[in-house]
């Protein structure tokens, strides 16, 4: 779980933040609702996620609520790799 | 009844949460010809007053121009009111031929097609021409219509920061395994006012194999040294595989739009596009008034000379009364207020000093980041721009905003 907040965190910033902006990007930063990510560019989060933990994120999962933070988003991830593995 | 008291109920709260939010936009009456000086009735009921509009897209002053409104005449009278049909079954008239024969040149593309509307070009275009095993790659402020049209097709859809062509390069290197790959942008972005880096942005497409779709909706007529569209101005003209534009700007401000592109694409549109297939054709008297535009605009440059240098000076005068505005060198003029309620006050206060202009706030602009957008025109002479100076410098004095920067806007509306 640990290893998730720091890599999804690193990709926040490296994919949504422009050149000069040195705002915090924490745990617990809204990223949806604060307007930094929104549903048109979230895409590549998603597909950024799916492909690095090889999980499906289904679309009534991918919601802005889920997506809002750092944190949410790693249990978001954790939640679908249960669900992978438990499928085999 | 199927529309309950519960329905009605819920729809009014949620209506309520709007103007509560501060972010209700609310219509108001036009009592003449769109020009630089119009009659407007607001509030609802309230006597008519004389304004400087200071906000349209009536970039040319085409919008009521004689030789415009006589030739929409002609056309009525020679081809009739409406084509009461899609083109592909009755609805396409000689003159959509002309008028799609005349783009195409303007344009410097293959073949065009129009649309009831370029957001219906937008909407159609992409279902038309890619699918699953394509990728969509849109700068990041591209147009609403485009993020509409995009979420139609099958394509896969990814996004880059704003102008950012390192980003850029970035995504179109991951996708080397896509069949097709298509950046998206617009060539003048309608928010902000600043224009596409399309040279950067070709020249990555040629390296990386991708088409180039560009929204010239906020150009076309104006941009470019005879106005051809952003691609002209970046040096790049003939080299865009697909360009969408709208007549309702520049060119008249009626309706319609097109899609100019490689002659494929258009076929594809022609075959496939569902605004094109199931939306009723432009009409005659459109068609009309577009062409007799097209003839202006192609004989002379002085309507985009013109407008070329009331934006200079009007750039000018805003930053000299100390006013915080998005820097470029287009039409398109923000001044930056960041809070949506001040916007409304602004633009509130300024129509009482006989000014029209409109606050921009969410979710047309991203929260925080609302605006007066103004919109210079070839029919503004100085004394308007200088009238209008005087209006803004009162009502920015009256709400202590002259000479603050972004930090200090931003830290006032905080408090």
Redesign the interface.
Known sequence: MDEIIPVVRDYIIRE?L??GDDRDINETTPLIS??LV?S??M??LL?FLEKRYSIHIPDEAATPEAFNTVERIARLVRRFQKTEVGSV | MAFSDSFRHDYHTEIEGIRAAGLFKEERYIHSPQSSEIEVEFPTGASVRKCINICSNNYLGLSSHPEVIAAAHAGLDSRGYGMSSVRFICGTQDMHRELEKRLTQFLGSEDTLLFPSCMDANAGFFEACLNERDVMIADRLVHASIVDGMRLSKAMQDTYKHSDMGHLEEKLSEHQDKRFRIVITDGVFSMDGDTAKLADIVALAERYNAMVFVDDSHATGFIGATGRGTHEHCGVFGKIDVITTTLGKALGGASGGCVSARRELVEMCRQRARPYLFSNAVAPVIVAGALKVLDLISTSTERRDKLEWNTRYWRGLLKEAGFDIKEGDTPIVPVMLYDAKLAQEIAHDLFEEGVYAVGFFFPVVPKGQARIRTQLSAAHEKHHLDRAIEAFRKVGKKHGILGLGRKELMARCAA
Do not use: A, M, N, Q
């Open positions: 949504y422009e050149e604060s307007g929104d048109f560019s895409v590549s597909r």
